[in-house]
Nanobody, 126 residues
Framework: QLQFVESGGGLVQPGGSLRLSCSASGAPLGASAIGWFRQAPGKGREEVSCINIRTNFANFAYSVKGRFTFSRDNAENTVYLQMNNLKPEDTAVYYC???????????????????WGQGTQVTVAS
């Protein structure tokens, strides 16, 4: 099974930034695409971003487009979600999970072998 570890969450003021990390504890990620999802209290899971790590294609939800970007550290087998200009509505638990890649792009469909991790809490509040 493919399970990743999320980290980097925390409490930040509106307008602040955080960088979330997604790794397989030092091992290769083992997936062609990574999806970021979030779940706020009392709400369903929301798609945030997906990244094809072979082609660097990335998709971002409308609610975060222009504020979130991704980067990667091949040596560390880590993908990062850079979150800028954070808003209170970004408050949620964030998860990264292996998703299906398609023709160099990415989807939000999780792989059959993907397992959800514990997530990392992001709280945006003054």
């Amino acid at each position: 099974q493919l399970q990743f570890v999320e980290s980097g969450g925390g409490l930040v003021q509106p307008g602040g930034s955080l960088r979330l990390s997604c790794s397989a504890s030092g091992a290769p990620l083992g997936a062609s695409a990574i999806g970021w999802f979030r779940q706020a209290p009392g709400k369903g899971r929301e798609e945030v971003s997906c990244i094809n790590i072979r082609t660097n294609f990335a998709n971002f939800a409308y609610s975060v487009k222009g504020r979130f970007t991704f980067s990667r550290d091949n040596a560390e087998n880590t993908v990062y979600l850079q979150m800028n200009n954070l808003k209170p509505e970004d408050t949620a638990v964030y998860y990264c999970v292996a998703v299906r890649a398609s023709d160099g792009f990415c989807t939000y469909r999780t792989l059959p072998t993907a397992k959800w991790g514990q997530g990392t809490q992001v709280t945006v509040a003054s």
